[in-house]
């Protein structure tokens, strides 16, 4: 994927997000049940990145399961959202209880992560993050990145969202044909489908359908070659299960533990 392409499909989510951040983040109050799962397997103690945070949903999943003592520093490139996660979990702060909280402004999908990423992490979360990375190989090294960023003994926990497989995914798509003519009246740089790559796709929003997001789901070979990549990093796949959704399979999370010697 060229740069100006992957510029344009990451410039489509800023939009998408500043445009609906508010109604966004309210259909998002809930608990991932895949969560619990995953906390199994985290470090009791030590930092949490959660990458992607949006309205702070995990770090109020986090005080529910009373991590008092666990840091927590949410990550999103979009100030609409950081004011949302702060409104709403006020008591995620380092002045009370709950996980002692920071949010930072970082957009981790262009590879501009602030400087506070140089502190080791015991649990790096990257929860509906991955789709709305253009490139394959951007994704992978985004979790390269991440994995260096860990503690020994971390726990990367990351998800694959499967919606293209529920059949409710054939009507929220919007044609890439669709979204160039509007691109055109409005004066927006135009993608040509033939320089994306197999699985990117539109969806819309039934608040206002002029907005689309960018989403990516990759094949079955394309999260192996993610799995095997890290793994060859020094990474181990220590658990890979589905969860969550309508169907409890719209996600598939796989959760790396990095060796104590990487």
């Known amino acids: 994927m060229s740069p100006r392409v992957r510029h344009i499909l990451l410039d489509v989510n800023r939009r998408f997000y500043d445009h609906h951040a508010a109604a966004f983040g309210a259909t998002r109050?809930?608990?991932?049940?895949?969560?619990?799962?995953?906390?199994?397997?985290?470090?009791a103690e030590g930092p949490c990145l959660d990458i992607g945070c949006g309205n702070g949903r995990f770090c109020g999943f986090l005080d529910t399961q009373d991590l008092e003592t666990r840091p927590y520093l949410g990550i999103d490139s979009s100030l609409r959202l950081l004011v949302e996660a702060r409104g709403s979990l006020r008591r995620c702060s380092s002045?009370?209880?709950?996980?002692?909280?920071?949010?930072v402004l970082g957009d981790v999908a262009s590879g501009r992560e602030p400087l506070s990423l140089a502190t080791p992490q015991?649990?790096?979360?990257?929860f509906g993050v991955l789709h709305h990375i253009p490139g394959e190989?951007?994704?992978?090294?985004?979790?390269?990145?991440?994995?260096?960023?860990?503690?020994?003994?971390?726990?990367?926990?990351?998800?694959?969202?499967?919606?293209?497989?529920?059949?409710?995914?054939?009507?929220?798509?919007?044609?890439?044909?669709?979204?160039?003519?509007?691109?055109?009246?409005?004066?927006?740089?135009?993608?040509?489908?033939?320089?994306l790559e197999p699985g990117d796709h539109l969806l819309d929003w039934s608040a206002d359908p002029s907005v689309p997001r960018y989403c990516h789901f990759p094949t079955d070979d394309e999260v192996q070659r993610l799995t095997e990549h890290l793994k060859s990093l020094g990474a181990t796949l220590v658990d890979r299960f589905l969860?969550?959704?309508?169907?409890?399979?719209?996600?598939?999370?796989?959760l790396f533990r990095k060796a104590p010697s990487c």
């Open 29 to 43: 109050q809930r608990p991932w049940p895949g969560w619990t799962r995953v906390l199994e397997h985290a470090p």
């Open 95 to 103: 002045a009370g209880p709950g996980p002692r909280a920071r949010w």
């Open 122 to 126: 015991a649990l790096v979360a990257v």
């Open 137 to 195: 190989t951007w994704r992978r090294e985004l979790l390269a990145r991440l994995l260096r960023g860990l503690a020994p003994a971390g726990l990367l926990a990351a998800t694959v969202w499967r919606l293209d497989r529920a059949p409710r995914f054939g009507k929220r798509r919007v044609p890439w044909g669709t979204y160039a003519a509007a691109c055109g009246k409005a004066g927006l740089p135009v993608v040509d489908e033939g320089e």
């Open 243 to 254: 969860s969550d959704g309508p169907s409890g399979e719209d996600n598939l999370y796989l």
